[in-house]
């Protein structure tokens, strides 16, 4: 089932009103690729953020750029003695305001390379849907661009929150199924626009050229939009489902899990071609829902220690139980701005080799009829937080 016309429109829809000056719209894509030489998997991402974009329309503005407020006639004053070097403001702390594209990978030795612009600057077509920034092009079909950060720039702009090196990617991209609502109040919306998306094409990547091939890529994206991002923030997504019952690889099986959302999390999932779907617009009456990331006991072997992501979530006709593990090699940890700025951010853990189960049943009035019973591969896990910055 390719995506419906309505999930089409919705994926087109950006910030409006004050939400442009206060408020995110995050746009990103998971997907696998091979190294050409080698074979080697990797997983990629590709983001674009428009965080408060209206704030500063002519220019972008990061919250972490040293601002320094000093006048020379204060400094004079301090040199003097007549003014106390505590009552000097250093620095400005200001409301961060810019569209962002990042292209990196996960895992053990993750990397991503960002580009900042402001909105005066991105032109934005209808037909076809293109988002272009520069030489990066988001698309209702395609997505290409390069980043390159050189050594000086990495060094003088820390505030970037990205590493050094070159990214080029050209990729077309086909939603297999999507899945919208999985969170929507007033001014926030969360849908897995392409819970299965199959991408192609070529990467390049400091110096290395990978494949994404179609039948191969595990390709996912998502949407969400809103005043700020959720936290505690919370994901799970996998498109690698290996069924114990049967044995059989499920081609059409796949979920994404996202949060939290009004002390819910979101469900949107399909086995073999039966959706399961538990939006965390239901109410609390309409299905119940616990979860949790701890680390699991301290192994002998340092390698092996793991977070431990566990998802519990029933109603009246289904329950479902998830549990991945990641191993704390395999995480690295990303910062996000907020939109309200004071240099809060938001702080995640991320990985893309979480391994697990999933596990389906389904209710027949004191009974428990199991549907499904899988392994679960190539899982990207994160778990974040909200952190106040240093001011």
Not at 77 to 91: C, I, M, Q, V
Not at 112 to 121: A, E, G, R, T
Not at 160 to 167: L, V
Not at 283 to 299: F, G, L, M
Request: proline share 4%; charged share 25%; hydrophobic share 35%.
């Amino acid at each position: 089932m390719a995506a419906t016309k309505k999930n089409i429109k919705d994926s087109k829809y950006g910030l409006s009103g004050s939400s442009k000056k206060s408020g995110v719209n995050f746009w990103r894509s998971f997907f696998t690729a091979y190294e050409k030489n080698s074979a080697t998997e990797q997983l990629f991402f590709i983001e674009l953020e428009l965080l408060n974009p209206a704030l500063s329309p002519a220019e972008p503005l990061l919250g972490f750029k040293p601002r320094v407020t000093i006048t020379e006639e204060d400094l004079q004053y301090t040199l003097a003695g007549t003014l106390a070097a505590k009552d000097l403001k250093s620095e400005n702390i200001i409301q961060p305001s810019y569209v962002a594209v990042r292209f990196g990978t996960l895992g053990a030795e993750a990397k991503q390379l960002c580009s900042y612009h402001c909105i005066k600057n991105i032109r934005f077509s209808s037909k076809p849907f293109t988002i272009q920034m520069d030489n990066k092009i988001f698309g209702e079909d395609c997505l290409s661009g390069y980043i390159n950060i050189s050594e000086e720039e990495y060094q003088k702009h820390p505030e970037y929150f990205c590493d050094r090196g070159f990214a080029s990617w050209n990729l077309k991209y086909e939603v297999i199924r999507d899945m919208g609502e999985g969170y929507k109040n007033k001014t926030d919306r969360w849908f897995p626009y392409g819970i299965k998306t199959n991408f192609s094409g070529m990467i390049s990547f400091d110096g290395a050229d990978y494949i994404v091939e179609p039948r191969k890529c595990m390709g996912y994206m998502d949407r969400y939009w809103g005043k700020s991002f959720p936290y505690d923030w919370f994901h799970i997504s996998s498109a690698s489902l290996t069924s114990i019952i049967s044995g059989r690889v499920l081609q059409n099986s796949f979920f994404s899990i996202q949060g939290v959302f009004e002390d819910k999390l979101a469900f949107m999932g399909s086995f073999e071609g039966s959706d399961i779907l538990f939006p965390a617009t239901l109410s609390k009456r309409q299905y119940s829902c616990v979860w949790d990331c701890i680390q699991t006991p301290e192994s002998e072997e340092p390698d092996e220690n793991k977070l431990h992501w566990s998802v519990s979530i029933n109603n009246k006709l289904w329950v479902l139980d998830i549990d991945v593990y990641c191993r704390l090699k395999d995480l690295s940890t990303r910062v996000l701005e907020l939109p309200e700025g004071n240099r809060k951010v938001l702080r995640v853990l991320q990985g893309a080799t979480g391994t697990g189960e999933i596990k389906l049943f389904k209710k027949n009035r004191n009974t428990l009829e199991q549907i499904e019973y899988a392994n679960i591969t190539k899982t990207v896990c994160e778990f974040g937080h909200e952190e106040d910055g240093e001011l």
